[in-house]
Nanobody
Framework: VQLQASGGGLVQAGGSLRLSCAAS???????MGWFRQAPGKEREFVAA????????DVASSVKGRFTISTDNAKNTVYLQMNSLKPEDTAVYYC?????????????????WGQGTLVTVSS
């Protein structure tokens, strides 16, 4: 499975961005997730979604501001990011795991995209 993340960029605090992650293929078992890594910090979980889109999990640090969704016809997962803060600045990665169970543990994900940089200015 190949993943292509896009949509990153520079935005002012309070602004919005929508990230996209296109997968080369998707099966009914695949959970897809978003992670991020800020400069000097470890990669952390942001959000995950089941293949049908019916189950989601969002990190407490972004809950209420970020929404994950999926368009299975396009094998694409989106991360809508609103009310962005400078601390959201990071490289955002999408990932997929060959399981129906959502998890926040990055070691459970099998394939990773190349990352897209999000910079939030104050």
């Amino acid at each position: 499975v190949q993943l292509q993340a896009s949509g990153g960029g520079l935005v002012q605090a309070g602004g919005s961005l929508r990230l996209s992650c296109a997968a080369s293929k998707r099966t009914f078992r695949n959970v897809m997730g978003w992670f991020r890594q800020a400069p000097g910090k470890e990669r952390e979980f942001v959000a995950a979604i089941s293949s049908t889109g019916g189950i989601t999990d969002v990190a407490s640090s972004v809950k209420g501001r970020f929404t994950i969704s999926t368009d299975n016809a396009k094998n694409t997962v989106y991360l809508q990011m609103n009310s962005l803060k400078p601390e959201d600045t990071a490289v955002y990665y999408c990932a997929v795991r060959g399981s129906t169970w959502l998890t926040q543990d990055e070691s459970d994900y099998d394939y990773w995209g190349q990352g897209t940089l999000v910079t939030v200015s104050s």
